[in-house]
C-alpha cells in the first residue's frame, strides 16, 4: 500500500493535466475538423492569415476551397479557414 501512495501525486497531476490540457485540445480539434468539413460555397470566412473573402468552390480531392476576395480569387487549405472568426463575422450584430 505504502507504493501506491508514492504514486498516488503523480497520477493525480496526470490526472489533472489530461482535464485541463488535453482534453480541451482534442474538442477543439475535432470542432475545428467538422467546420471545416461543413464549409459550403457561398459561406463568408476569414482565413487565420486576416484575409476576408467568400468560399466560391470547394474541392473534396485535395481538401482545398477557393476563396473570392476583393484582390481576385484565391485557393486555400481549408484548415487555413479560421473557425472563430468565420463564426463572429457570421454572427448576427447584436444591437442595444
Known amino acids: 500500500m505504502g507504493d501506491l501512495g508514492n504514486f498516488l501525486p503523480l497520477i493525480a497531476v496526470l490526472a489533472v ?4 490540457m488535453i482534453a480541451p485540445q482534442m474538442k ?3 470542432q475545428e475538423k467538422k467546420f471545416a468539413s461543413e464549409l459550403k460555397r457561398g459561406d463568408r470566412v476569414i482565413t487565420k492569415s486576416g484575409m476576408h473573402g467568400k468560399v466560391v468552390d470547394l474541392n473534396e480531392k485535395d481538401n ?5 476576395t476583393l484582390a481576385g480569387k484565391i485557393k486555400f487549405d481549408r484548415s487555413a479557414i479560421s473557425m472563430e472568426m468565420s463564426k463572429k463575422l457570421n454572427a448576427p450584430a447584436t444591437t442595444k
Do not use: G, N, P, Q
Not at 493535466?17 to 485541463?20: C, D, T
Not at 482545398?64 to 473570392?68: G, N
Open 28 to 30: 477543439r480539434a475535432k
Open 17 to 20: 493535466m489530461y482535464f485541463l
Open 64 to 68: 482545398s476551397c477557393v476563396i473570392e
